[in-house]
């Protein structure tokens, strides 16, 4: 099936640094979606893109949708405590046959540096 | 709005039991999916519904099935279950298939 590689796959962040991670694709996306997903709760929207070139904020966070339309990123600056979680970016395709089916990265799990 | 609700938060099956996992949605959304998650991975669509009476198969579909009769509710029925459906189960809905996905808080399924 589709795939998107999501890197990195984990990493760990001291208070107050920037995070940066993408979403790279060999296919064509219509839409991305990032979410985040906090231990034994549901993936909760962060930010969702439409446009390829779009660049968008929600608070600390920004996510771009790639110009290709088969990438994007999401940084997070000046990162907090709650920040920790997984994020996941999705990716519908423009087949316009999945019914607003999405494709699933991985994830990238932030952790708080011991 | 309460959003999108799964009932049970979690359940331990035996080889060959069946069950039903609950998913009800009050945002009068049209789609309905279900998915999986599997440590590391991200998530599997195994079902989705565009409305009441229509359902088709994702990605995922084998050992599993679903049914909608009303626009809130989207079951999923395990029949047979198997140690490879031990999962994290989540509910999601939108309001048209180029719109966000809203998900629901998951039920975790262990089959041993």
């Known amino acids: 099936g589709q795939q998107l590689n999501q890197s990195p796959q984990s990493m760990f962040i001291q208070e107050g640094e920037d995070v940066s991670m993408n979403c790279t694709s060999s296919?064509?996306?219509?839409?991305w979606l990032w979410y985040k997903q906090d231990p034994g709760e549901g993936p909760v929207l962060l930010i969702a893109l439409y446009k390829a070139g779009e660049l968008t904020s929600n608070g600390r966070l920004t996510a771009q949708f790639g110009i290709t339309r088969k990438d994007s990123f999401l940084n997070i600056s000046a990162s907090i405590p709650s920040d920790v979680g997984i994020y996941f970016c999705a990716g519908q395709l423009t087949d316009g046959g999945s019914q607003g089916n999405l494709i699933f990265g991985k994830g990238t799990k932030l952790s708080v540096k011991p | 709005n309460a959003g999108v609700t799964q009932t049970p938060k979690f359940r331990i099956l035996k080889i060959g039991q069946s069950m039903t996992l609950q998913c009800t949605q009050d945002?009068?959304?049209?789609?309905m999916y279900w998915y999986r998650q599997d440590p590391g991975m991200g998530l599997k669509l195994i079902y989705y519904?565009?409305?009441?009476?229509?359902?088709d198969k994702g990605e995922v579909p084998n050992g599993y099935n679903v049914s909608r009769s009303t626009t809130e509710d989207f079951p999923l029925r395990l029949e047979l279950a198997a140690p490879s459906q031990t999962s994290v189960y989540f509910c999601?809905?939108?309001?048209?298939?180029?719109?966000?996905?809203?998900f629901g808080p998951g039920t975790r399924l262990t089959v041993t």
């Open positions: 999601a809905s939108n309001s048209g298939g180029d719109y966000e996905q809203y």
């Open positions: 296919s064509i996306f219509n839409t």
């Open positions: 519904s565009v409305g009441a009476g229509i359902t």
């Open positions: 945002m009068n959304h049209n789609y």
